[in-house]
């Protein structure tokens, strides 16, 4: 079993990244995905979450209108495009996958199963 983050980088304030989370290993449409973000000095905080086969979405409060997260199951892949990005969007950004969530997705980090590596992104000019 194998998530694969990418996409991270440096950007300015108002800039944009797109991540991507390739998954290996499992049935792809089984699980639902949830990206996490880890900022130094801070907790863990959820950012977005999208089910298995249905599309169903949440978004960090934080987050709402500036990110849009996406599934291309025949990829095994899932994005997570931020926009307006912040000074206070910097962290590290995980992916990860939850079994058996193909109609819904959680919003919790210990209801994930597996966890890619991360991706550093960093909102500095």
């Known amino acids: 079993v194998q998530l694969q983050a990418s996409g991270g980088g440096l950007v300015q304030p108002g800039g944009s990244l797109r991540l991507s989370c390739k998954g290996s290993?499992?049935?792809?449409?089984?699980?639902?995905i949830g990206w996490f973000r880890q900022a130094p000095g801070k907790s863990q905080e959820g950012v977005s979450c999208i089910s298995g086969i249905n599309d169903a979405k949440y978004y960090a409060d934080s987050m709402q209108g500036r990110a849009t997260i996406t599934r291309d199951n025949a990829e095994r892949t899932a994005y997570l495009q931020l926009n307006s990005l912040r000074p206070e969007d910097t962290g590290v950004y995980y992916c990860a996958a939850e079994r058996g969530a193909r109609t819904y997705c959680s919003h919790g980090a210990h209801e994930y199963d597996y966890w890619g590596q991360g991706t550093q992104v960093t909102v500095s000019s």
């Open positions: 290993g499992f049935t792809f449409d089984d699980v639902g």
